[in-house]
Nanobody
Framework: QVQLAESGGGLVQAGGSLRLSCVAS????????MGWHRQAPGKQREFVAV???????DYVGSVKGRFTISRDNAKNTVYLQMNSLKPEDTAVYYC?????????WGQGTQVTVSS
């Protein structure tokens, strides 16, 4: 089993920055990727960013150039640096971890961007 603990959410004005962190614990020896999804009120959960164990990254188009995902493999941690935040980035952000067998999810952290 894997447990994920997110932190770093909060309230920020448009144009500001936040950094989300997600620490994985438990059976972390078969991680293939870690990343983030988000879910805005009244909308479906959507993919935001992923960092694979092959050191590749990918982003949803709406955050490219503003968000940066990174991993610290020694700490089993994934980060999401979010710059130039917009009100439409307001959502609950969920960390995920892909192993060979299944996908694990964190509890989510709220990000609110005021205009």
């Amino acid at each position: 089993q894997v447990q994920l603990a997110e932190s770093g959410g909060g309230l920020v004005q448009a144009g500001g920055s936040l950094r989300l962190s997600c620490v994985a614990s438990g059976s972390t020896f078969s991680i293939t990727a870690m990343g983030w999804h988000r879910q805005a009120p009244g909308k479906q959960r959507e993919f935001v960013a992923v960092a694979t164990s092959g050191e590749t990254t990918d982003y949803v188009g709406s955050v490219k150039g503003r968000f940066t995902i990174s991993r610290d493999n020694a700490k089993n941690t994934v980060y999401l640096q979010m710059n130039s935040l917009k009100p439409e980035d307001t959502a609950v952000y969920y960390c995920f971890l892909n192993s060979r067998d299944q996908t694990y999810w964190g509890q989510g952290t709220q990000v609110t961007v005021s205009s």
